[in-house]
């Protein structure tokens, strides 16, 4: 809707009887503009009212109104939004799932100290990764003293590979990963040599809960080196097919070594 209007930026408000007042901003990364009590949306540039605007204000509604959400019925980031609305206190939610901050604005009143510390919880609970957490308060709001500090959490420990196994039975490549308590496995082809090693790695890596997307670019090896271990170079790519890290392994065959050099560019 905001591409059809041709808007910058859209905000939605709704009044929930449960979490109070809920404000919605499209682009999704910034924190909602304040929108005057009994008004519903606003536009820049301003626009005419609409029955697309009325659906989105009432689909939000829904969203705040769904007391069980099924597991995997939404990504990771929006699960998170939707338990860090569910605060006392919180009146909007800022981020997406690429980004490595998620800002949080406070109603009238509130105070941000226990806000940052249960945020901080859930996004720990949510995210594998280091994230800021930004309380700020509300928007002309001066009696309310948040902690405006960014809060900085230190992610679990770095990955770390545990197996890769072959399937003779169906022709697949297993790759065991761990980081910190969180233990996941990925598999690919193993007919696709080393890059389905890099494959395996990255599908493990991606049933950790808040990982950004990314592929495989290439995979080359660089060398044996003169005990006869392997050297292997990865590359990675995100959104757009841009090239976002490289990686280098060393292991006693290629595909271990692939799978300890896609482990280092995912680290960077």
Request: glycine letters at 12%.
């Amino acid at each position: 809707m905001r591409t059809e209007r041709g808007l910058q930026r859209l905000t939605i408000a709704v009044d929930d009887p449960r979490l109070g007042r809920q404000r919605f901003a499209a682009p999704r990364g910034e924190l909602a503009d304040h929108i005057e009590p009994g008004t519903s949306w606003s536009t820049e540039p301003s626009g005419e009212p609409g029955a697309d605007l009325e659906l989105a204000v009432a689909l939000c509604g829904v969203v705040l109104r769904a007391s069980t959400i099924e597991p995997g019925a939404l990504d990771p980031f929006d699960a998170l939004e939707l338990e860090l609305r569910r605060l006392d206190g919180v009146e909007a939610v800022a981020g997406d799932a690429g980004q490595d901050v998620v800002r949080i604005q406070l109603g009238p009143g509130h105070a941000g100290g226990d806000v940052a510390r249960a945020a901080l919880a859930l996004v720990k609970a949510r995210i594998a990764r280091s994230v800021v957490v930004e309380v700020v308060g509300a928007q002309g709001d001066a009696g309310a003293r948040p902690d405006l500090a960014p809060i900085f959490w230190a992610p679990t420990p770095p990955l770390e590979l545990i197996a890769v196994r072959e399937d003779a039975e169906t022709g697949e490549l297993e790759v065991h990963l761990r980081g910190g308590e969180i233990r996941t496995i990925g598999r690919a082809p193993r007919a696709h040599g080393p890059a389905g090693a890099a494959e395996a790695a990255l599908a493990a890596w991606r049933d950790r809960p808040g990982t950004p997307p990314r592929a495989v670019a290439w995979v080359r090896e660089v060398e044996t080196a003169a005990d006869g271990r392997s050297v292997v170079a990865v590359a990675l790519e995100g959104p757009g097919h841009v090239t976002v890290a490289h990686g280098i392994g060393t292991a006693s065959n290629p595909l271990e070594a692939t799978v300890q050099a896609t482990i280092d560019a995912l680290s960077r």
